[in-house]
């Protein structure tokens, strides 16, 4: 809600998700969790936001470590 006067539809959502990465010739297992934001202006015509973190292990130098690949987006969507 804007105002008293005008509204807007709007959504919050949750995300997360398991799949594969191929970094430096290697398949790494990957999960990812994030959220987003979307508000729909008209019934043609939205906004999105979202951020999400993909996860996963890797070897470097000898040491395992943990990587965190952060990704955003952004999306003007036009639905005809």
Request: cysteine-free; glycine content about 8%.
């Amino acid at each position: 809600f804007y105002s008293s006067e005008s509204t807007t539809n709007t959504a919050f959502y949750l995300a997360a998700g398991l799949g594969n990465t191929d970094f430096a010739g290697d398949e790494r297992f990957t999960y990812n969790y994030g959220f987003g934001y979307r508000v729909l202006f008209w019934d043609a015509l939205s906004i999105t936001a979202d951020m999400r973190d993909h996860i996963f292990d890797i070897n470097i130098f000898g040491e395992d470590k943990q990587t965190h690949n952060l990704e955003y987006s952004r999306a003007l969507s036009w639905y005809f």
